[in-house]
């Protein structure tokens, strides 16, 4: 009993891990109709290492980015430019064409070749996160005013990359593009299929166990303690604003990783993912999974996204939006830990009550 | 000198509808502390209420006094985010005091449901006010013309700093207001209801935000995500100016309006106002307070 609890979260990572696995074998036989159920499995191993990266931030450090859609769809554009280009054979598309477009405009040159592009899907991010980071954390600008910033950093963002439309297809994104792997579509590229959603469930699960390396550590216990009293960890000596911008850069990579999975899976991008809207929604998967513990955010985004996945076929888009809004909310107001909260609080909690009236007796006698 | 004149004009008239959406934000955000991601809802509650109040008196009133509809606009739609705000901050913010973070959450989920809200009402097409025919037209001085709609806009703005000060600064329940802002243990000692005063607080945050949705509907057609355009300029007025002080908020605004209107002759307006934006965050990099602070001494304010 007590190994279950004290290893519960990576038994629950694996049952995930092994009923992902079982995904592609299943449409195999069948067992899972459409094609599209499958895709969209992947794409929610996309989320859940976006959340995995977001509850870094959030639920560990206590940073709420308001803005993590920004990377997530930078990395998913730089992955996208690159398919595209695949798709035209290093000529210019079709948009650059209605753009007025002679040749190939230089931003697109380093993503004809694939290594180059995967540097980029996590250098342009990383890069980013690392100078708004650093100027931010070092001027000491914290809890809802960095969320407020970064809410507006995504919106300027937003609003130019709709601008350049010659260069990045405005509203409509990239589209029309296959995965890395060659075209997923109909059941002569199941292969493809299947190469690409182990290669996703992988980068999962390394995502997964790196980020248990890191707050298993001293490192985790000091993430916490910025959260829990920032002022207290200065005092104590250490140099706060380079443990933040460390982690916030290291979860916009993750974020931009996860755009790009995230695009193979689509088959197109929109600058819809780079919304405040978009971002907030990353912050439900975490919220409702559980802050603070990285099975929570994994378990969130699955969750959340299947919910939504299986209402929103069906004509209850609407009833959908009043039902995560409400969610959300009850929540944030009563469950602060989440769904891992609740299952940790209620369902083990006699243990530990017994556990700590043992020690009251002990410190009586 | 005509273009001058012109590009004054339309900086003033973008400022002050900056100002009008933030001044609810600059009470609610300034000196509650709460950061209420539903604001910009409760512009859109406004604005629709402006709708349904047209739609109302157009069928038993006379064609020539129709313009009346306005002027009752103003008082119910600023009647009707009062009530929201005051059920919103009894069910949800009464209860996340101190967690700022968890507050802006929670209110993004009702601005979720109130979105949704509209569309299973409205539609998801967009629906327009006419203009009250005396708002319709512009006075021309010169070369210059200034449309009536907008200056109307600046004397709305100014009337609502008006009656803020006067409520803030002047009035008994400003006076209790302000002293359960900045002491409430020792505001409660002295027998203020402060539960009752942060409701009323936010209540009146609220209703300026439904009188700023009026406003906003004179001017283009009205949709569900109609405050999400209008809600990042505003929060970031209110942070450019200094969290709590009224004056900060005005100044704020002013800022981004002008310079905004200033960019938009060299490059399109999106990006105006985007790059607008990304200087404000640069600015604040130099001063994280913003314009106007209030000194203290305390570490963690």
Same mark, same amino acid.
């Given at each position: 009993?007590?190994?279950?609890?004290?290893?519960?979260?990576?038994?629950?990572?694996?049952?995930?891990?092994?009923?992902?696995?079982?995904?592609?074998?299943?449409?195999?036989?069948?067992?899972?109709?459409?094609?599209?159920?499958?895709?969209?499995?992947?794409?929610?191993?996309?989320?859940?290492?976006?959340?995995?990266?977001?509850?870094?931030?959030?639920?560990?450090?206590?940073?709420?980015?308001?803005?993590?859609?920004?990377?997530?769809?930078?990395?998913?554009?730089?992955?996208?430019?690159?398919?595209?280009?695949?798709?035209?054979?290093?000529?210019?598309?079709?948009?650059?064409?209605?753009?007025?477009?002679?040749?190939?405009?230089?931003?697109?040159?380093?993503?004809?070749?694939?290594?180059?592009?995967?540097?980029?899907?996590?250098?342009?991010?990383?890069?980013?996160?690392?100078?708004?980071?650093?100027?931010?954390?070092?001027?000491?600008?914290?809890?809802?005013?960095?969320?407020?910033?970064?809410?507006?950093?995504?919106?300027?963002?937003?609003?130019?990359?709709?601008?350049?439309?010659?260069?990045?297809?405005?509203?409509?994104?990239?589209?029309?593009?296959?995965?890395?792997?060659?075209?997923?579509?109909?059941?002569?590229?199941?292969?493809?299929?299947?190469?690409?959603?182990?290669?996703?469930?992988?980068?999962?699960?390394?995502?997964?166990?790196?980020?248990?390396?890191?707050?298993?550590?001293?490192?985790?216990?000091?993430?916490?303690?910025?959260?829990?009293?920032?002022?207290?960890?200065?005092?104590?000596?250490?140099?706060?604003?380079?443990?933040?911008?460390?982690?916030?850069?290291?979860?916009?990579?993750?974020?931009?990783?996860?755009?790009?999975?995230?695009?193979?899976?689509?088959?197109?991008?929109?600058?819809?993912?780079?919304?405040?809207?978009?971002?907030?929604?990353?912050?439900?998967?975490?919220?409702?999974?559980?802050?603070?513990?990285?099975?929570?955010?994994?378990?969130?985004?699955?969750?959340?996204?299947?919910?939504?996945?299986?209402?929103?076929?069906?004509?209850?888009?609407?009833?959908?939006?009043?039902?995560?809004?409400?969610?959300?909310?009850?929540?944030?107001?009563?469950?602060?830990?989440?769904?891992?909260?609740?299952?940790?609080?209620?369902?083990?909690?006699?243990?530990?009550?017994?556990?700590?009236?043992?020690?009251?007796?002990?410190?009586?006698? | 000198?005509?273009?001058?004149?012109?590009?004054?004009?339309?900086?003033?008239?973008?400022?002050?509808?900056?100002?009008?959406?933030?001044?609810?934000?600059?009470?609610?955000?300034?000196?509650?502390?709460?950061?209420?991601?539903?604001?910009?809802?409760?512009?859109?509650?406004?604005?629709?209420?402006?709708?349904?109040?047209?739609?109302?008196?157009?069928?038993?009133?006379?064609?020539?006094?129709?313009?009346?509809?306005?002027?009752?606009?103003?008082?119910?739609?600023?009647?009707?985010?009062?009530?929201?705000?005051?059920?919103?901050?009894?069910?949800?913010?009464?209860?996340?005091?101190?967690?700022?973070?968890?507050?802006?959450?929670?209110?993004?989920?009702?601005?979720?449901?109130?979105?949704?809200?509209?569309?299973?009402?409205?539609?998801?097409?967009?629906?327009?006010?006419?203009?009250?025919?005396?708002?319709?037209?512009?006075?021309?001085?010169?070369?210059?013309?200034?449309?009536?709609?907008?200056?109307?806009?600046?004397? =709305? +703005? &100014? #009337?609502?700093? %008006?009656?803020?000060?006067?409520?803030?600064?002047?009035?008994? @329940?400003?006076? !209790?207001? /302000?002293?359960?802002?900045?002491?409430?243990?020792?505001?409660?000692?002295?027998?203020?209801?402060?539960?009752?005063?942060?409701?009323?607080?936010?209540?009146?945050?609220?209703?300026?935000?439904?009188?700023?949705?009026?406003?906003?509907?004179?001017?283009?057609?009205?949709?569900?995500?109609?405050?999400?355009?209008?809600?990042?300029?505003?929060?970031?007025?209110?942070?450019?100016?200094?969290?709590?002080?009224?004056?900060?908020?005005?100044?704020?605004?002013?800022?981004?309006?002008?310079?905004?209107?200033?960019?938009?002759?060299?490059?399109?307006?999106?990006?105006?106002?985007? =790059? +607008? &934006? #990304?200087?404000? %965050?640069?600015?604040?990099?130099?001063?994280?307070?913003?314009? @106007?602070?209030? !000194?203290? /001494?305390?570490?963690?304010?």
């Amino acid at each position: 009993m007590k190994k279950i609890k004290k290893q519960g979260s990576n038994i629950c990572f694996l049952i995930i891990v092994i009923l992902l696995a079982l995904v592609p074998i299943m449409y195999q036989y069948e067992l899972i109709e459409a094609s599209s159920t499958v895709l969209f499995i992947g794409k929610c191993m996309a989320f859940a290492i976006v959340a995995i990266g977001l509850d870094l931030i959030w639920g560990y450090t206590g940073i709420l980015s308001l803005g993590h859609g920004l990377y997530f769809a930078l990395g998913g554009y730089a992955m996208a430019m690159y398919l595209k280009l695949q798709r035209t054979g290093g000529g210019i598309t079709d948009f650059m064409h209605i753009g007025g477009l002679k040749e190939l405009p230089l931003v697109w040159k380093p993503f004809l070749s694939l290594p180059v592009s995967i540097f980029l899907i996590l250098f342009v991010p990383g890069i980013l996160a690392g100078v708004i980071g650093y100027f931010i954390f070092k001027n000491r600008v914290k809890g809802v005013y960095f969320s407020i910033i970064s809410q507006a950093l995504t919106w300027a963002a937003y609003s130019i990359f709709i601008a350049l439309s010659p260069y990045t297809n405005g509203n409509v994104g990239i589209t029309d593009i296959q995965s890395v792997f060659g075209s997923i579509k109909g059941s002569m590229n199941f292969g493809n299929l299947q190469i690409l959603f182990y290669s996703a469930l992988i980068l999962l699960i390394l995502v997964y166990a790196g980020a248990k390396f890191l707050t298993g550590r001293k490192f985790g216990k000091l993430l916490i303690a910025i959260r829990d009293g920032e002022n207290r960890t200065y005092f104590s000596g250490y140099q706060v604003s380079r443990y933040k911008t460390f982690i916030y850069v290291l979860s916009a990579i993750l974020a931009g990783i996860a755009g790009a999975i995230f695009v193979n899976f689509n088959g197109s991008i929109t600058p819809n993912q780079m919304t405040i809207a978009y971002s907030i929604t990353m912050v439900i998967w975490v919220a409702v999974g559980g802050r603070g513990t990285i099975i929570g955010a994994v378990i969130g985004a699955f969750l959340i996204n299947m919910c939504e996945y299986k209402l929103s076929s069906g004509g209850l888009v609407e009833v959908w939006q009043y039902l995560i809004g409400a969610i959300f909310c009850i929540t944030i107001i009563f469950f602060k830990g989440g769904i891992i909260g609740i299952v940790r609080d209620h369902l083990f909690a006699s243990g530990r009550r017994k556990k700590a009236e043992r020690r009251e007796l002990r410190q009586n006698s | 000198m005509v273009q001058l004149i012109n590009t004054l004009f339309n900086g003033l008239s973008l400022s002050s509808i900056v100002l009008l959406t933030s001044l609810g934000l600059a009470i609610t955000f300034g000196l509650m502390r709460v950061i209420n991601m539903a604001h910009g809802e409760f512009v859109m509650i406004g604005a629709y209420t402006t709708y349904v109040v047209q739609n109302v008196f157009s069928g038993f009133l006379p064609e020539s006094i129709q313009w009346i509809f306005y002027f009752a606009a103003i008082p119910i739609a600023f009647g009707i985010t009062f009530l929201f705000g005051s059920i919103l901050e009894k069910l949800v913010i009464s209860r996340l005091y101190g967690r700022e973070m968890d507050s802006l959450l929670a209110t993004w989920g009702i601005s979720l449901i109130l979105q949704q809200a509209a569309r299973s009402i409205f539609g998801t097409q967009g629906v327009n006010v006419t203009a009250p025919s005396f708002l319709q037209g512009g006075l021309k001085i010169g070369g210059c013309t200034f449309s009536y709609n907008r200056i109307f806009i600046i004397f =709305l +703005v &100014l #009337l609502c700093l %008006i009656g803020m000060y006067f409520v803030i600064y002047r009035s008994g @329940f400003g006076k !209790k207001m /302000r002293a359960v802002m900045q002491n409430r243990p020792m505001a409660q000692c002295m027998g203020i209801d402060s539960r009752k005063v942060d409701n009323i607080t936010f209540a009146i945050g609220s209703g300026l935000a439904g009188i700023a949705g009026c406003s906003v509907a004179l001017l283009g057609s009205i949709d569900s995500t109609i405050g999400q355009s209008y809600i990042v300029n505003s929060f970031m007025a209110v942070v450019l100016g200094g969290v709590g002080k009224l004056a900060g908020t005005v100044l704020g605004s002013g800022i981004i309006g002008f310079s905004s209107i200033f960019t938009e002759n060299y490059t399109s307006s999106t990006i105006a106002k985007a =790059l +607008v &934006l #990304l200087i404000v %965050i640069i600015f604040l990099q130099k001063r994280p307070q913003g314009l @106007f602070v209030i !000194k203290s /001494r305390s570490l963690d304010e």
